[in-house]
């Protein structure tokens, strides 16, 4: 365990914990495609390394070459069940399947679990220390990482089956100046107190939940073979100098 100074974050034990299946509908072995000069998976272990409140990290998976990689990188592995490794899989049940073994394995409870998407590899620095100050001084139960969105919800339209519009909105016609700022989560980071009783089937934001607003300047979500392309293209100038 790190050796950490006094302070907020001195009596709580904080675990990362990164999902990674092996399995993917999209882009096959995706976890392990190279990102620069490392394994996508590697991005999301590095950042939560970097962090001195984070004690313990692991990488949950079914994969054998991923469990070898994260690893290499610096994390411990949780071996997933198959049954909750499949493309249908809810990700609450694999957190669920992960405190348990924590628990019943290690003898091991942590205060909060940060779930970091391996999908989401660029973060800023110190952002798992930013959102669990914010967390922990307000009193809250849960976080998760935002960015703002470029379509308002006002102006979003449903098509029926013969292509009529329907907008969700009674005014899609307002001034875009009038119109209410609105966020999406960006899968960069969830954070929550573990001995608050949670119901996590419903969400990963529960109890007293907030929010920590990100840049969506350079934020990319790791999805397809475009993603990846561009995500190579920006590596250079902004993470590897």
Sequence with gaps: MKKRKKN???????VA????????????????????SKPLIAWSIEAAKKEKIVDKIFVSTQDKNIAF???????EIHIRNKKYSGDNSLVHKAIESF???LKLELKYVPDILVLLEPTTPFRENNLITKCLKKMLSTGSDSIATFIPTK???E?????????????????PWKLRQKLKSSYELDG?????KVNVKNKLSKGLLFGKPTSFIRSNANNIELD???DIKYANTIIEDLYEK
Excluded: M, Q
Excluded at 8 to 14: A, G
Excluded at 17 to 36: D, H, Q, T
């Design 8 to 14: 907020l974050f001195s009596k709580l034990k904080v």
């Design 69 to 75: 990689y994260a690893k290499h990188f610096g994390a």
């Design 99 to 101: 405190l348990e073994y």
């Design 155 to 171: 102006r979003c339209w449903n098509l029926d089956k013969n292509g009529k519009p329907e907008s969700y909105s009674k005014n």
């Design 188 to 192: 960069a980071l969830y954070a929550f």
């Design 17 to 36: 914990l990164i999902p990674a299946r092996g399995g993917s509908k999209g882009i096959k072995s995706k976890n392990l495609y190279l990102i620069g």
């Design 151 to 153: 379509t308002k919800p």
């Design 224 to 226: 397809n073979l475009t």
